[in-house]
Nanobody, 116 residues
Framework: QVQVVESGGGLVQPGGSLRLSCSASRSISSIYLMGWYRQAPGEQRELVADIDLTNGGTINYADSVKGRFTISRDDAKNTVYLQMNSLKPEDTAVYYC????????WGQGTQVTVSS
């Protein structure tokens, strides 16, 4: 069992930045993968970025966020971050953290709203 807790969402103007945090209740060294997904109203949940913690830290980004978002890890804090820069209104969504440790575990989600 893994507890997943996200934080860092909020309201930001277009062009602004936010940093999301995802903390796991287990050591990152024992986890296969952590990643961020998002779901806008009426849309399916989609991958934003993930990091394979067992395969040299391979990182994947959705094309829509490449060059603007950065996923990173802090093993000492069992935490993965999503730095989001140059935010656009279309980035508005609930952002969820996914942890793969045998099964998939999800956080409760954090709202990100980009609006002037």
């Amino acid at each position: 069992q893994v507890q997943v807790v996200e934080s860092g969402g909020g309201l930001v103007q277009p062009g602004g930045s936010l940093r999301l945090s995802c903390s796991a209740s287990r050591s990152i060294s024992s986890i296969y993968l952590m990643g961020w997904y998002r779901q806008a109203p009426g849309e399916q949940r989609e991958l934003v970025a993930d990091i394979d913690l067992t395969n040299g830290g391979t990182i994947n980004y959705a094309d829509s966020v490449k060059g603007r978002f950065t996923i990173s890890r802090d093993d000492a804090k069992n935490t993965v971050y999503l730095q989001m820069n140059s935010l656009k209104p279309e980035d508005t969504a609930v952002y969820y953290c996914r942890v793969r440790y045998g099964f998939d575990y999800w956080g409760q989600g954090t709202q990100v709203t980009v609006s002037s």
